[in-house]
């Protein structure tokens, strides 16, 4: 469990020993590399000044002035970037920070302590470190992306990152509970933390592309009072602590929140923090919006949500075949119509910041502030009927009518039905709502699954409909999946089934669909524009009676 209490036993601080003088020399013509790094036991504390870029080798203290580094800072395998201190060498009226304008990145067992503040993590020159609470602070500034690869631990207070936050595994293992003088870990302050164990912790941090931490195995974690543009994805997070994975109350996710496969389950724990996430797109997993999680202290017992939709969220947009977009409820951000080459698809950028088309000959085209992906691929040897966005941001999918899977951007390659032989063709696909896997449905019904997160739930290939299947959408709330007929038929499978057109007249066949951010709803969408809307899915309006130089050939939810 993870205390924010007063002095527990005797505060040990690591002292910087020596001093790494660098920056930018006089007469020199711009700022110099530096390379920074001592022991646990005697840091070296970098100078501060401006530096072209930085090699942590070492234990590498950001306390002697603020330092910027104009290019990129790169931890190695073992070493400690620690930035805790908000005075030059403790000196009143000074002030101590980090700034990197490029990126920085961390190996396998690095550590990183990146910004103090005084409520949650008391700077370590504070004069109230022993009692609290503090009054000092100190900004780690990081203008393009942040990765760690394998790190031992990562703790980010008060810090800024311009593009994506990135942690892929780590962490202490069976080793967490195991406090030892070799880390850095273990000479936290204890009014911050104090069983001097190894953990990972991000809070009062601003994202503004996508943050993802995966595969993370140690004693404790947190994510609180966090704004994040994009999407944020936690996911496979095992910890010690029956008390960790305290994601909530964080600020505003812009996309998709996903909370896969983590234990403890996400909950409110005994961070104090009882407000739910605001997200722009979906939640998923342990943070699906209809998800309740005891928050403790309360009789009779009280069930509270971990993530809601931000207030202005949902709409829509239909794509025409001549790249027309009309939008419902969601901003206006371009369209390619006039264009010679058929548009087959839409994906939306995960919060509806964004959208994408492409053509039937793989051509994708990116409209709004934030893309999902955008390029073009060999030519395909069928056309491109289908289109998702990875959920957790940094790519899109397409699928070609005999299965052939491409990939853009960062979007992982799962699988494809390209070299089986099919019964009929493919005509849509959905990403599993972790982003780790999709499935592709084939008009007669056959599903197709690829990926960890994409499980198979039935299909309806080999038994008969009266019309051909058209297209599919995922439930973030349940993992499963609908399918839907030109007559407008649905097909539930570990979805709720809320109803459907089927046996009903339409003025022109059903082309397309979408789901609810909640999983408690879905659109259909008809050629000539017409929306139907079904359980929680608000109707935001149509294009039925609108004349249309094309035909609608989907549709996609913001």
């Given at each position: 469990m993870r205390n924010r209490v007063g002095l527990v036993g005797v505060l040990l601080l690591m002292v910087p020993i020596g001093v790494v003088v660098g920056g930018t020399p006089a007469g020199a013509t711009g700022p110099t590399p530096a390379t920074c790094?001592?022991?646990?036991?005697?840091?070296?504390?970098?100078?501060?000044?401006?530096?072209?870029?930085?090699?942590?080798?070492?234990?590498?203290?950001?306390s002697a002035g603020d330092v910027t580094v104009t290019g990129d800072v790169t931890v190695a395998s073992g070493a400690a970037l620690v930035s805790a201190w908000a005075l030059d060498d403790g000196v009143p009226a000074t002030t101590s920070g980090l700034t990197v304008k490029g990126n920085l990145t961390a190996g396998s067992g690095a550590s990183l302590i990146l910004g103090c503040e005084p409520g949650n993590f008391i700077c370590y020159d504070d004069p109230a470190i022993a009692t609290g609470p503090g009054t000092l602070s100190s900004v780690t500034t990081v203008a393009g992306s942040l990765t760690t690869t394998g790190a031992l631990g990562v703790i980010l207070h008060r810090s800024s990152i311009g593009g994506d936050l990135v942690m892929a595994g780590g962490g202490c293992g069976q080793t967490c509970a195991t406090p030892s003088p070799t880390n850095v870990f273990y000479y936290i302050?204890?009014?911050?933390?104090?069983?001097?164990?190894?953990?990972?912790?991000v809070e009062d941090t601003s994202v503004g592309g996508d943050l993802s931490i995966t595969d993370l195995a140690s004693n404790w974690f947190g994510a609180l009072r966090n704004t994040v543009g994009g999407s944020a994805t936690f996911s496979d997070i095992t910890l010690a602590d029956p008390d960790g994975n305290e994601i909530v109350h964080n600020l505003s996710v812009g996309g998709n929140l996903i909370c896969e496969n983590d234990s403890p389950a996400v909950q409110f724990g005994d961070s104090g923090q009882s407000e739910a996430t605001p997200v722009g797109g979906?939640?998923?997993?342990?943070?699906?919006?209809?998800?309740?999680?005891?928050?403790?202290?309360?009789?009779?017992?009280?069930?509270?949500?971990?993530?809601?939709?931000?207030?202005?969220?949902?709409?829509?947009?239909?794509?025409?075949?001549?790249?027309?977009?009309?939008?419902?409820?969601?901003p206006y951000y371009g369209s390619s119509a006039g264009s010679s080459s058929a548009t087959a698809a839409m994906a939306a950028t995960p919060g509806g910041t964004g959208y994408q088309l492409v053509t039937s000959a793989g051509a994708v085209s990116a409209f709004g502030p934030r893309s999902a992906c955008s390029g073009s691929i060999p030519a395909p040897n069928r056309p491109i009927v289908g289109m998702a966005a990875v959920p957790g941001g940094g790519g899109c999918w397409t699928v070609a009518s005999d299965g052939g899977i491409f990939t853009y951007g960062g979007a992982p390659?799962?699988?494809?039905?390209?070299?089986?032989?099919?019964?009929?063709?493919?005509?849509?696909?959905a990403s599993a709502p972790g982003g780790n896997g999709y499935w592709l449905v084939a008009s007669d019904g056959g599903i197709f699954s690829y990926g960890s997160g994409a499980t198979f739930q039935g299909s309806m290939g080999g038994q008969h409909l009266n019309e051909p299947i058209v297209g599919m959408a995922s439930d973030p709330a349940t993992g499963g999946y609908w399918l839907v007929a030109s007559d407008g038929g649905i097909f539930a499978f570990g979805a709720p089934f809320l109803g459907s057109m089927g046996g009903r007249h339409l003025n022109a066949p059903i082309v397309g669909m979408a789901a609810a951010p909640d999983g408690n709803?879905?659109?259909?969408?008809?050629?000539?524009?017409?929306?139907?809307?079904?359980?929680?899915?608000?109707?935001?309006?149509?294009?039925?009676?609108?004349?249309?130089?094309?035909?609608?050939?989907?549709m996609a939810v913001g």
């Amino acid at each position: 469990m993870r205390n924010r209490v007063g002095l527990v036993g005797v505060l040990l601080l690591m002292v910087p020993i020596g001093v790494v003088v660098g920056g930018t020399p006089a007469g020199a013509t711009g700022p110099t590399p530096a390379t920074c790094g001592g022991s646990v036991a005697s840091p070296q504390a970098l100078a501060g000044g401006t530096y072209s870029s930085l090699d942590v080798t070492g234990v590498c203290d950001i306390s002697a002035g603020d330092v910027t580094v104009t290019g990129d800072v790169t931890v190695a395998s073992g070493a400690a970037l620690v930035s805790a201190w908000a005075l030059d060498d403790g000196v009143p009226a000074t002030t101590s920070g980090l700034t990197v304008k490029g990126n920085l990145t961390a190996g396998s067992g690095a550590s990183l302590i990146l910004g103090c503040e005084p409520g949650n993590f008391i700077c370590y020159d504070d004069p109230a470190i022993a009692t609290g609470p503090g009054t000092l602070s100190s900004v780690t500034t990081v203008a393009g992306s942040l990765t760690t690869t394998g790190a031992l631990g990562v703790i980010l207070h008060r810090s800024s990152i311009g593009g994506d936050l990135v942690m892929a595994g780590g962490g202490c293992g069976q080793t967490c509970a195991t406090p030892s003088p070799t880390n850095v870990f273990y000479y936290i302050p204890a009014i911050n933390f104090t069983a001097r164990e190894v953990y990972s912790d991000v809070e009062d941090t601003s994202v503004g592309g996508d943050l993802s931490i995966t595969d993370l195995a140690s004693n404790w974690f947190g994510a609180l009072r966090n704004t994040v543009g994009g999407s944020a994805t936690f996911s496979d997070i095992t910890l010690a602590d029956p008390d960790g994975n305290e994601i909530v109350h964080n600020l505003s996710v812009g996309g998709n929140l996903i909370c896969e496969n983590d234990s403890p389950a996400v909950q409110f724990g005994d961070s104090g923090q009882s407000e739910a996430t605001p997200v722009g797109g979906y939640g998923a997993g342990q943070c699906a919006f209809n998800r309740r999680v005891l928050y403790p202290g309360f009789t009779p017992p009280l069930y509270l949500p971990v993530a809601v939709a931000a207030p202005g969220s949902g709409g829509y947009w239909l794509v025409a075949s001549d790249g027309g977009i009309f939008s419902y409820g969601r901003p206006y951000y371009g369209s390619s119509a006039g264009s010679s080459s058929a548009t087959a698809a839409m994906a939306a950028t995960p919060g509806g910041t964004g959208y994408q088309l492409v053509t039937s000959a793989g051509a994708v085209s990116a409209f709004g502030p934030r893309s999902a992906c955008s390029g073009s691929i060999p030519a395909p040897n069928r056309p491109i009927v289908g289109m998702a966005a990875v959920p957790g941001g940094g790519g899109c999918w397409t699928v070609a009518s005999d299965g052939g899977i491409f990939t853009y951007g960062g979007a992982p390659f799962y699988g494809s039905a390209g070299s089986l032989p099919l019964n009929r063709p493919i005509v849509g696909m959905a990403s599993a709502p972790g982003g780790n896997g999709y499935w592709l449905v084939a008009s007669d019904g056959g599903i197709f699954s690829y990926g960890s997160g994409a499980t198979f739930q039935g299909s309806m290939g080999g038994q008969h409909l009266n019309e051909p299947i058209v297209g599919m959408a995922s439930d973030p709330a349940t993992g499963g999946y609908w399918l839907v007929a030109s007559d407008g038929g649905i097909f539930a499978f570990g979805a709720p089934f809320l109803g459907s057109m089927g046996g009903r007249h339409l003025n022109a066949p059903i082309v397309g669909m979408a789901a609810a951010p909640d999983g408690n709803g879905y659109y259909l969408v008809a050629s000539d524009g017409g929306i139907f809307a079904f359980g929680s899915a608000p109707f935001h309006g149509s294009a039925g009676s609108i004349p249309l130089a094309r035909p609608i050939v989907g549709m996609a939810v913001g």
